[in-house]
């Protein structure tokens, strides 16, 4: 088996990072500096580590443009918009997890009792083990690396072999903050090397980022031991679009939920209900503003659509498409608008499907890819339960006017976000969770530190003449 890991640029087919695996021997020595180094960092004062973090959260952002570039040539992204994963998102939820850590991991105090002293405290777990993924590779990232240093822990960053220049990037940064040696590394390892390492003993949480299939593989890994895997898995996200709806925004905001990213996102729109009242001026309005999108080179400013990661994952995605016509689907984009669009590439034009239904994978199984299936449904009853009808639970969001509606409908809708007028978002003072297979425990918020921390009582009897 070869020890070298490729990275193929989705923009032409070519390498773009070679990198060679650690050996047994290197994830032994990294294993035990995690340890080592944890001892100490725990006792490290909240506000030097704040400052550490803070200084590294910074490095990020005075890099964003060359960081840009890496993330397009290594998953595709367009470069207008690359950067701003580091200058908007990564920097907004960087910056707020730091300014909650002295809430989120203050003592927990107790009633009064005469003659004691009573408090739980939150100690940090140990060694974290986080294993990222390629699609926002910055973003998914810094939602478990900054609180789990924060909490006082030492971190393992195993990034995809799609974007490993990401994991470096954050050594670089968090050495350039002067963060103590051995609190932060990173490892570029094969998959049954990183099972081994979910089974190490030295291995203390492990926050996982991925695909369902995924997510089993490193639950399976960790069964032979009693310690969590918090798990940010994948998703079918839907939207309803009720009568009362601002429909300029809503097509806007919904196809843009869609396609951005070439759809690669968890939490993207894959399947739109629209109430019959205002079906056709949906569907009308989210054609005509498909088609201007521009497909081509994600190198060139004027491209908003890029490849999807790999050759193989665009085929998977024709597949997708290919079935669901066959079973009936109506596709409302002509591939000929996007002549980047070439079997045997990563290119994929994007894709407008009605007669949908749910006897179609379009609709129940998540499609990484620039795909948007539409549905007319005659009330809300028939899209909460077209919304319920999945085996994810990521996010959904209604399009409406009327905020109690929303209220009301979100309480019967099973989902971990629920949206309104707003899609594909993460907003790092809300919990970011999922339920059934779109994965379990929590990240981002006052809550996501709870991850990264366990209770220790303390039960203190003052002893009196």
């Not at 971190?155 to 994991?167: E, G, M, R």
Request: with cysteine; glycine share 8%; hydrophobic share 40%.
């Amino acid at each position: 088996m070869s020890r070298v890991q490729t990275t193929i640029s989705p923009i032409d087919g070519s390498v773009y990072v070679e990198r060679e695996l650690a050996d047994a021997a290197q994830i032994d020595s990294v294993l035990n500096t995690a340890v080592a180094a944890q001892r100490t960092w725990k006792h490290t004062p909240l506000a030097e580590r704040m400052a550490i973090c803070e200084r590294a959260v910074n490095y990020m952002v005075d890099h964003a443009d060359a960081i840009g570039l890496e993330i397009t040539m290594q998953m595709g992204r367009p470069i207008r918009y690359s950067p701003f994963e580091i200058k908007r998102g990564f920097q907004e939820r960087g910056h707020h997890m730091i300014s909650i850590a002295p809430d989120a991991l203050r003592d927990i105090p107790t009633q009064p009792k005469d003659g004691f002293q009573r408090f739980i405290r939150r100690e940090p777990v140990g060694v974290v083990l986080v294993l990222a993924p390629w699609n926002y590779p910055y973003l998914t990232t810094v939602n478990s690396v900054v609180p789990a240093i924060l909490a006082g822990n030492s971190v393992i960053l195993k990034h995809s072999d799609q974007s490993p220049l990401v994991a470096e990037r954050f050594t670089e940064a968090f050495r350039a903050a002067g963060l103590p040696d051995g609190v932060f590394q990173h490892l570029h390892a094969s998959h049954d090397d990183v099972a081994r390492m979910i089974d190490d003993p030295r291995v203390d949480f492990v926050a996982f980022t991925g695909s369902v299939a995924g997510g089993h593989a490193v639950q399976a890994a960790a069964s032979r031991r009693f310690i969590a895997a918090g798990m940010e898995l994948g998703g079918c996200d839907p939207a309803y679009i009720r009568p009362d709806v601002d429909l300029a925004h809503a097509i806007e905001n919904v196809v843009d939920g869609a396609l951005f990213n070439s759809g690669q996102s968890c939490c993207g729109i894959q399947r739109v209900y629209v109430h019959t009242a205002v079906y056709d001026q949906f569907v009308a309005g989210a054609v005509d503003l498909t088609k201007t999108y521009v497909l081509g080179n994600p190198l060139d400013p004027a491209t908003t659509l890029g490849p999807v990661v790999r050759t193989r994952a665009a085929d998977t995605v024709r597949a997708q498409i290919r079935a669901a016509v066959a079973q009936g689907a109506q596709p409302l984009i002509d591939p000929a608008l996007f002549p980047a669009d070439q079997a045997g590439t990563a290119y994929v034009a994007p894709q407008i499907l009605v007669n949908v239904d749910h006897s179609m994978g379009i609709m129940t199984e998540e499609c990484f890819g620039p795909v948007m299936s539409i549905m007319r449904v005659q009330d809300d009853a028939e899209a909460i339960a077209l919304m319920n009808d999945t085996h994810y639970g990521l996010t959904a969001s209604i399009w409406t006017r009327d905020v109690d509606a929303a209220l009301r409908i979100g309480n019967q809708v099973n989902t971990g976000t629920w949206y309104m007028n707003r899609c594909d978002y993460l907003d790092p003072e809300l919990a970011w969770t999922g339920i059934k297979d779109s994965g379990r425990g929590c990240t981002l918020s006052i809550l996501g530190y709870e991850s990264f921390t366990r209770p220790k009582s303390f039960h203190l009897r003052t002893v009196t003449d």
